[in-house]
């Protein structure tokens, strides 16, 4: 606008006023004049150019208007408006957070739009992928490994580092009553027999300066200091009571007591989530290392403890499966007690040579440890009699021919005499008091279910087949029995298999395979024991009543007939298992099925046998008193057998009871492999009625030893008291 106006004003002084163009709004004709000042005009390019003066005649004059409004000064609004803008610009602070925020929201976007064009070109087929943004950050935004957030603790390692700080609690505690030990300034008191002086309290008349505070050394007053600064901190003796947290207010931990930071003293397992082996069981073995260094190091707990910790971490650490645990740790265990054996040898052999070197200088010690402490019992008892107790009567010792008197055993196994209650509980026979020969029997309800209402057929008691029989109670089809001859019991389960199982004892098949031994004929117990005659009771012979009897062990073998199981054979042993009486029996009926397996007997056994079951009663209550033990195994199949009423009975069936109780057993031979070490019943060729009988007695032996010194205890006891 200034250039125009210089112009035009330039223009109009040096233009004739009549000449077009010269007025004061007019610009000037400068394509005329700058031809004219070139020294060439428009004759010399012979072309004119069009004249538009007129035109901008016709233009409003808006520098006359923009002039008066710069130069209007006077306007008070302009003027306030002027100086608000000149405040607003002298106040303002440029803000540094609000760059960062900008590049934060130009690098997100930035980002975005990468995303965005990486999503485009994965969805694309004929574009490459594009790795996520994570890959493509740079060093300086990823968090380095050491600034990563820490894992949180499991409760099991929080609880460890709470039983860490109550050890260290108490080994500050322990060093720092060593240290006042070390530093005390009093007088050890000694064996001698001078007089100490009396010494008056501060501030007493007997002292020139009352008041005064002890004079103590610089150790004493370090160790009171920090005495005074750990009480609080240390105090294990202090004890919280218990309280319920108001609501909103914090918890108050209890303060643990010496007792249990006793307990605690003991190195702990680290917990390891990922470890392979329980912390428990680590633990326990952890004790036990612990036990066995503490005798290498004569109970030195500093160098013990971490000698435990660092052998059960070592086998840890090596260990990759449980079981390889197990193994490195016991043989650890056998290591340390060679060791702490061989350290105690050290020890005896290093006091027995400083004994000897200074056994001529009056006693004097040459670094030897040595108890000062001796007891009457030490000299009584020697070692043993410092952790026990003493008496000047020998222990008893009980020996075989101790337990073989005959009435030691007949007093001590009264107390394993049968109830009448058990009697009949267990299928007993027992007298019939209406009706003498005649004997009453408890009957299994599960054995009458297998009974059929014809008469002229059964159910076999092995393969469970029904099948017909005549008058005599024999087989009229010719069919073999195929059965199982072990009872099932339930397997435990393994990968294999699965789950428990229920199987066969002789084939380990299942409850519905098929049996895996063969009989000629079917079988069944057919016998009705109370409507039966012939039973006889034992007679109670004459003399005084305060006599012992006699200890018998009888055992009975049984073959199927064709009405049931019937006497075959009967051994009876003493007290000392010497035999007695030992027959074959020929049964009533005809034998259908020797039962070998079982009995032992075959047909060759029984062919010129004439013995009947009348003959064996009568020998049989000759030997035996009413009040004379009989010790057997499931004793009343054999007393049903033998037709033979007694009621002074021992049966290891009932003193061994099984674990699930009535009217489960245990079988013989498993009681004489548990308890006798002994294996019986294994022959093929079957049972044999001494070797049953004389695992009886011996069972019932070892009972009597055992009460024997239970009761010799209690009598040691009550002599001591008294």
Known sequence: KDKRRSQADSGSSGKDPGTPGGGGGQLPDTTTTSFSDGGGGPDDDNESLPDISEELNELPDLDADLDAMFNDTSNDSFAAGDDELQRLFNEYRPEQGNNKAAKAKASKEGGSSSKNSSNTASSSPSKKRVAHDGATESGETRRPLHMRKPQTKTPAQALLDRYKKIQQMTQHKDMEKQLEQMTSEEPTPGPSNRRIAHQPRPGG???????????????????????????????????????????????????????????????????????????????????????????????????????????????????????????LVVNKIKKLRNEAEQAKANRSNAGNAASSQSGG?????????????????????????????????????????????????????????????????????????????????????????????????????????????????????????????????????????????????????????????????????????????????????????????????????????????????????DHSGEVVYENLVKPDNEIVDYNTRFSGITEEDLKDVTTTIVQVQAVLLLKFDAKDILIGHSLESDLKALKILHSTVVDTSVVFPHRMGPPFKRALRFLATDYLKRIIQSDEGGHDSKEDALACLDLMKMKVREEVKRLSKKARIQAMYQ
């Not at 249990?260 to 680590?282: C, F, G, Q």
């Not at 435990?492 to 000629?520: E, H, I, M, W």
């Open 361 to 573: 200088a009056g006693g004097a010690a040459s670094g030897a440890k040595r108890n000062m402490l001796t007891t009457h019992m030490q000299v009584l008892a020697g070692k043993p009699g410092s952790i026990g107790t003493w008496s000047i009567e020998k222990p008893v010792k009980l020996t075989d021919e101790d337990i073989n008197d005959q009435d030691l055993m007949y007093n001590v196994m009264k107390k394993f005499i049968l109830t009448e209650e058990q009697l009949v509980s267990n299928g007993f026979p027992r007298p019939d008091p209406e009706e003498p020969g005649k004997a009453i029997v408890k009957v299994d309800s599960n054995v009458t279910a297998y009974k059929p209402s014809n008469p002229n057929r059964r159910i076999c008691s092995r393969c469970k087949t029904e099948y017909r029989v005549d008058d005599n109670g024999k087989q009229i089809d010719v069919e073999d029995c195929v059965y199982h001859w072990g009872r099932q019991h339930r397997q435990r389960g393994n990968r294999a298999l699965g789950g428990a199982q229920t199987v066969f004892y002789c084939c380990q098949q299942g409850p519905d395979s098929q049996g895996c031994q063969v009989g000629k004929a079917h079988v069944t117990d057919v016998l009705d024991y109370n409507n039966m005659r012939g039973f006889v009771s034992t007679l109670e012979r004459g003399g005084s009543r305060s006599a012992g009897g006699k200890v018998f062990a009888l055992d009975c073998e049984m073959c199927y007939t064709t009405q049931g199981n019937e006497l075959t054979r009967v051994t009876v042993i």
């Open 205 to 327: 008349s007997g002292q020139s300066g009352s008041g005064a505070p002890p004079v103590r050394s610089k150790a004493m007053q370090q160790l009171l200091a920090r005495k005074a600064s750990t009480t609080s901190r240390y105090d294990t003796e202090a004890s919280t009571a218990a309280q319920t947290a108001g609501k909103g207010g914090s918890r108050v931990a209890h303060t643990p007591t010496s007792a249990a930071a006793a307990v605690l003293a003991k190195p702990i397992v680290t917990p390891d989530p990922h470890s392979k082996v329980p912390t428990n069981v680590r633990q326990r073995y952890l004790d036990s290392i612990v036990e066995e260094c503490l005798k290498i190091y004569d109970n030195d707990n500093a160098q013990a403890y971490p000698r435990a910790e660092k052998e059960e971490q070592d086998c840890c650490r090596k260990a990759s499966t449980r079981m390889i645990y197990l193994n």
